[in-house]
């Protein structure tokens, strides 16, 4: 069975930092793009960043760009966020997911495997 499993959430002040995990079984992702999204209070879920297969090739949203990296451990089945100068918008619940194919992507619909998702919450 495959499963996605996020840490790192917390509570942490504006301008502060976390580092998101996500751990695969049942499964190597080795070669499929990985991505994460997060929904806020209210809203609808949203695309965060995505990682190509080899993780040199990424993409974010504008709204982090140049404050959070994805990063991914292949041999360790593992994606990762940092996310540095946090602020009170980036408030939500973060998911990660593994897409069916190796180029990465912004739809949501393109990722058949996510995780139950990990709460970040910045307060100002």
């Known amino acids: 069975q495959v499963q996605l499993v996020e840490s790192g959430g917390g509570l942490v002040q504006a301008g502060g930092s976390l580092s998101l995990s996500c751990a695969a079984s049942?499964?190597?992702?080795?070669?499929?793009?990985m991505g994460w999204f997060r929904r806020a209070p209210g809203k609808e879920r949203e695309f965060v960043a995505t990682?190509?297969?080899?993780?040199?090739?990424?993409y974010y949203a504008d709204s982090v760009k140049g404050r959070f990296s994805i990063s991914r451990d292949n041999a360790k089945n593992t994606l990762y966020l940092q996310m540095n100068n946090l602020k009170p918008e980036d408030t939500a619940v973060y998911y990660c997911a593994a897409a069916a194919g190796a180029t990465p992507s912004n739809k949501q619909h393109e990722y058949p495997y996510w995780g139950q998702g990990t709460q970040v919450t910045v307060s100002s």
């Open positions: 049942g499964r190597t992702f080795s070669k499929n793009a």
């Open positions: 990682s190509g297969w080899i993780g040199t090739i990424a």
